[in-house]
């Protein structure tokens, strides 16, 4: 089992930024990827971006590619996703979860978190 517990959610302006933290907890080696999705309503769950605990490439959605990036630290066993320049459209609720690979799929995910909203106002 893996435990994702999600913080750093807000409200925030255009323009702004925001940092969202993923805690792990459990058997985390056990799932080398970590992803962020979000789910605006009415939308499908899409994968933002996309980090494994071994190292590589992190991967990231065209919408945000040049704004959010995506860390890690395997000490902490936390990841998170620093948020520049964001716009209305990035409003969603922000959800970490956990995989065995990086894939866009939501349903490789097993494991997740129980997410944070992010409101961007115009």
């Known amino acids: 089992q893996v435990q994702l517990v999600e913080s750093g959610g807000g409200l925030v302006q255009a323009g702004g930024s925001l940092r969202l933290s993923c805690a792990a907890s459990g058997r985390t080696f056990s799932r080398d990827a970590m992803g962020w999705f979000r789910q605006a309503p009415g939308k499908e769950r899409e994968l933002v971006a996309a980090i494994r605990w071994s190292g590589g490439d992190p991967y990231y959605a065209h919408s945000v590619k040049g704004r959010f990036t995506i860390s890690r630290d395997n000490a902490k066993n936390t990841v998170y996703l620093q948020m520049n320049s964001l716009k209305p459209e990035d409003t969603a609720v922000y959800y970490c979860?956990?995989?065995?690979?990086?894939?866009?799929?939501?349903?490789?995910?097993?494991?997740w978190g129980q997410g944070t909203q992010v409101t961007v106002s115009s």
């Open positions: 979860a956990a995989g065995q690979y990086i894939v866009v799929l939501s349903t490789h995910y097993d494991y």
